[in-house]
């Protein structure tokens, strides 16, 4: 299946996603990414997917740096369900394979 720049994609036949080669993403200083999709085939508003691609694949730095406060104060609420008595949830243990789509890898 073809889909507007990311090209050809792969559905998934665990999950039932779709997803893309590796494309650049601007916001990450152009490294190139898997990008997944759910619903896309059967959503009948493939266009708002599009303007989604389109707007994720051309986004710059800056959209990351402005979410960096939204972002912390989610990971200190969710720090707040931790166990009492357990050091504060880290997430320096986990790594990102940036050319599996979904894999998130201890290191």
Known sequence: MQIPLLNQ???????GWLYSEPVPMSALGG???RIVLEGYEEDESK???HSVII?????GPEVLKAAEPDVFSYYQDMNGYWAPGLPPLRWTFLTYDWTSPGSLDKS
């Open 9 to 15: 994609v792969t559905k998934d036949e665990r999950f």
């Open 31 to 33: 490294r190139r990414v």
């Open 47 to 49: 266009d708002d997917f």
């Open 55 to 59: 707007t994720l694949l051309s986004a």
